[in-house]
T-cell receptor, first 113, second 117 residues
Framework: DGGITQSPKYLFRKEGQNVTLSCEQN?????MYWYRQDPGQGLRLIYY???????QKGDIAEGYSVSREKKESFPLTVTSAQKNPTAFYLC????????????FGPGTRLTVL | AQTVTQSQPEMSVQEAETVTLSCTYD???????LFWYKQPPSRQMILVIR??????QNATENRFSVNFQKAAKSFSLKISDSQLGDAAMYFC??????????????FGTGTRLTIIP
């Protein structure tokens, strides 16, 4: 089955610890994205990548880091510098080009205790 | 920067009736795309419908249609013959078509739609 997988579905971490969220796609998409969802605020873009070994900051990149070593994978690290990391994180991917649909993964709920 | 506004945090509709969700946006661009995404309780984001700004004809997908008013920067979603499975959060989103390499989506804050049996 083609699609986007995110793991784990739920993640709990202690304050001050870094944590890495996984995102894998087998759709052969060029572009991948990370969004954060908070209640009442919709989705906000954290980072995106159009090609391997290149990525760009989104609107709320502070306290996050990413890598894109493989086309299929775009892991997100939530660092201890992120002041309010508890949120729902969604990964998406698409073909590059005009208006191509972004497909979303099932998301990871991160709770920092 | 582009902004997307959904002024209705919650809406409800009787099953089999029609409901319209509102969305306005602000942009200085003339070439862009608009989307409606649905997020059911599973939290999986699903594309409902897409509109290209340079097309005057309103997009339609089965029971879902849009009213795209480019001059007014308005993009409403009409759901006809509402079904229980339509219950979800609905997000309006904007995407530039002129800035290759920056194809991010800008989302509104969402409208929670409840279907009354």
């Amino acid at each position: 089955d083609g699609g986007i997988t995110q793991s784990p579905k739920y993640l709990f971490r202690k304050e001050g610890q870094n944590v890495t969220l996984s995102c894998e796609q087998n759709l052969n998409h060029d572009a991948m994205y990370w969004y954060r969802q908070d209640p009442g605020q919709g989705l906000r873009l954290i980072y995106y990548s159009q090609i391997v070994n290149d990525f760009q900051k989104g609107d709320i990149a502070e306290g996050y880091s990413v890598s894109r070593e493989k086309k299929e994978s775009f892991p997100l690290t939530v660092t201890s510098a992120q002041k309010n990391p508890t949120a729902f994180y969604l990964c998406a991917s698409s073909f590059s080009g005009r208006g191509n649909e972004q497909f979303f993964g099932p998301g990871t709920r991160l709770t920092v205790l | 920067a582009q902004t997307v506004t959904q002024s209705q945090p919650e809406m409800s509709v009787q099953e089999a009736e029609t409901v319209t969700l509102s969305c306005t946006y602000d942009t200085s661009e003339s070439d862009y795309y608009l989307f409606w995404y649905k997020q059911p309780p599973s939290r999986q984001m699903i594309l409902v419908i897409r509109q290209e700004a340079y097309k005057q004809q309103n997009a339609t997908e089965n029971r879902f249609s849009v009213n795209f008013q480019k001059a007014a920067k308005s993009f409403s979603l009409k759901i006809s013959d509402s079904q229980l499975g339509d219950a979800a959060m609905y997000f309006c989103a904007y995407r530039s078509a002129t800035n290759f390499g920056n194809e991010k989506l800008t989302f509104g804050t969402g409208t929670r739609l409840t279907i009354i049996p």
